[in-house]
């Protein structure tokens, strides 16, 4: 019996993660964008409606049912509550947390208060409207629903905090800086929200937001946050847990992100044989009970990212044509 089909949505640039699940079994992209570079890796691409389009739901149903999806996997934040509700109603087969968790991750002071209730570390974080100057600085100022380190800002003092907040023209939370350094946790549950794996990584060097040079570390209070926070979370497929070690207050997470992260290729290369998460994401595509073996992978594997491009003809196929001979194969 042939693997199930995989739909991924919204790839935009994520040509990594499209042609990982392509070598797998056959690979859909769902994207509103002609133009989004990671669909032209795919077995077959699909345009769909922008997500507050009520036709997108049914265009994806439409695409399982045609391709015979076994798993949907958003590669952005922005539809993962809209999957997540999908599969409560029994719609799509999104490998996504709850709607609720969905919901309260993608607002970081949401996401503040849930870590604290299930008492996983979160810096101090306080609304606006709180008294800043009783705060502990420098702080950073965030949009609540930020992304790509957009519009994040270093406050020293409390008149700093207050510009900041009246600065950044969305909803805003106060958060302690942390010190020490940033790292990241990629991590994979299954259906029932059980953590297959928990995969740390340093972040050495990033851009816009998104890690681009980082190596795979061992450190065993890494891989149990990252074991913790996803069982306590019932968070079903990939997702990035991002935390400081500072040496004041010890590990706080920064960010839960319940989709792959901008580091993909570091588990992939950190994973042991038939146990990267795109695999294993397969297997459970097609019913397949895979046993947690949180710790077991590689350490000390780097990766570093760059940047690529296709050439597309008048109708937007590619060319196969490379601007430098021997470059990356172009897909027919």
Not at 182 to 187: A, T
Request: hydrophobic fraction near 40%; include cysteine.
């Amino acid at each position: 019996m042939s693997a199930p089909a995989i739909l991924l949505t919204g790839a935009g640039k994520r040509y990594d993660i499209v042609s990982c699940f392509a070598r797998l079994t056959k690979t859909i992209v769902a994207d509103p964008s002609p133009l989004a570079p990671a669909q032209y890796a795919a077995h077959a691409r699909a345009a769909v409606p922008l997500i507050d389009d009520p036709d997108y739901v049914p265009a994806l149903e439409r695409l399982c049912e045609e391709h015979g999806v076994g798993a949907v996997l958003p590669l952005t934040d922005l539809d993962i509550e809209i999957l997540a509700r999908a599969r409560e109603d029994g719609r799509i087969p999104a490998l996504v947390p709850s709607s609720e968790v969905a919901r309260e991750t993608y607002d970081k002071y949401a996401a503040h208060l849930l870590l604290e209730r299930h008492s996983l570390p979160s810096p101090p974080t306080v609304l606006p409207d709180a008294d800043l100057d009783a705060l502990a600085y420098p702080v950073m100022v965030k949009p609540r629903k930020g992304s790509g380190a957009r519009s994040i800002h270093l406050a020293r003092d409390s008149a700093q905090a207050r510009f900041f907040v009246d600065y950044v023209a969305e909803p805003t939370m106060v958060q302690r800086a942390m010190a020490g350094p940033e790292l990241s946790i990629d991590c994979l549950g299954d259906l029932d929200g059980r953590c297959l794996n928990a995969i740390p990584r340093t972040m050495l060097e990033s851009r816009g937001g998104e890690s681009i040079k980082g190596q795979v570390v061992f450190d065993e209070e890494l891989v149990e946050l990252g074991r913790r926070t996803m069982e306590a979370l019932r968070i079903s497929g990939p997702a990035t847990i991002q935390a400081f070690r500072d040496p004041d207050i010890g590990l706080g997470i920064t960010d839960v992100n319940t989709r792959f992260g901008g580091a993909f290729p570091a588990p992939v290369y950190a994973a042991l044989p038939g146990r990267t998460y795109p695999e294993l994401i397969v297997r459970l595509a097609a019913g397949e009970e895979i046993a947690p073996h949180v710790g077991e992978f590689r350490a000390g594997m780097t990766f570093t990212r760059y940047y690529w491009q296709l050439e597309l003809d008048e109708a937007l196929s590619p060319t196969g044509r490379d601007i430098v001979p021997g470059g990356p194969p172009v897909p027919s």
